[in-house]
Nanobody
Framework: QVQLVESGGGLVQAGGSLRLSCAAS????????MGWFRQAPGKEREFVAA????????YYADSVKGRFTISRDNAKNTVYLHMNSLKPEDTAVYYC??????????????????WGQGTQVTVSS
């Protein structure tokens, strides 16, 4: 099992930027696809972005395409989510997740095996 710890959340004004980090430990991180999800109050957890183990492939939800960028540094066992032009509707708890089976990456929640505890992002209008 891989332990995942998110950080970098906070309160930001609309139009601002944040960078979320997800640090992994416990097993080999660099060979697995990673994803970011988010969950707003009263809503289902939804897919945000995913990256393949080599970072060659990335995929984004339509709602964040062009504003968010997912990246990873396998030497640091860390995956990032760079968020620009934030909107109030981006307010949610953001989770990173790891998939042992996805190749090159995955969108469905049930494709992911290990999850972090989440970090709160709040965007004020």
């Amino acid at each position: 099992q891989v332990q995942l710890v998110e950080s970098g959340g906070g309160l930001v004004q609309a139009g601002g930027s944040l960078r979320l980090s997800c640090a992994a430990s416990g097993r080999t991180f660099s060979t697995y696809a990673m994803g970011w999800f988010r969950q707003a109050p009263g809503k289902e957890r939804e897919f945000v972005a995913a990256v393949s183990w080599s970072a060659t492939n990335t995929y984004y939800a339509d709602s964040v395409k062009g504003r968010f960028t997912i990246s990873r540094d396998n030497a640091k066992n860390t995956v990032y989510l760079h968020m620009n032009s934030l909107k109030p509707e981006d307010t949610a708890v953001y989770y990173c997740a790891l998939s042992y089976t996805a190749s090159p990456l995955a969108v469905p929640r049930n494709s992911y095996d290990d999850w972090g505890q989440g970090t709160q992002v709040t965007v004020s209008s």
